[in-house]
């Protein structure tokens, strides 16, 4: 019930991002998955948080208005949501009960923390537009460390 909240939240927050073009075609922008595909250790993988969202603001309106550069946040948070989903169902196929219990207890603390720390980040800016480009950039930050931390668990399973 949470994630649904936070993700009408989420799209409350970029309301006007949608009138907006993109700012490249999907199959020429970078990816998240490109980019750990490409990387050799855990560092290399933290670095690809931001790498898509950077690209996007290079491209048409992505870098010039508030509503690119939230469009762009968001564009890769959905990528970052999707590989955490993809690891958590990986991991949810070889976990034990007390392992997926706290998989689960972890996610929830995170999503309130997430919340409570970007709306923080955002009051900066006190309700004037930049508030919108701070959440949303936090939020594609603390949303790409939470699945790193997924993404990785998997790693060290199949090695294991």
């Excluded at 909240?5 to 949608?18: E, I, P, R, S, Y």
């Excluded at 923390?113 to 309700?127: H, K, L, P, Q």
Aim: charged share 20%; proline share 2%; aromatic share 4%.
């Amino acid at each position: 019930m949470r994630a649904l909240v936070f993700a009408l939240a989420g799209a409350c927050v970029l309301g006007c991002a949608t009138t907006a073009a993109p700012p490249a075609a999907a199959s020429e922008a970078p990816t998240i998955a490109s980019c750990l595909e490409n990387a050799e250790d855990a560092a290399g993988r933290r670095a690809c948080i931001g790498s898509a969202n950077l690209a996007c603001q290079d491209e048409g309106d992505g870098g010039v208005t508030t509503t690119g550069m939230v469009m762009c946040a968001e564009r890769e948070r959905a990528q970052w949501a999707a590989l955490g989903a993809a690891a958590g169902a990986t991991l949810a196929a070889q976990e034990s009960p007390t392992q997926a219990a706290s998989r689960a207890s972890a996610a929830e603390v995170h999503e309130e923390w997430m919340r409570a720390r970007c709306d923080y980040d955002a009051s900066y800016y006190e309700g004037g537009s930049m508030a919108r480009h701070s959440l949303a950039a936090c939020v594609m930050g603390e949303t790409a460390r939470f699945a790193l931390i997924l993404y990785e668990r998997t790693i060290t399973l199949a090695e294991s």
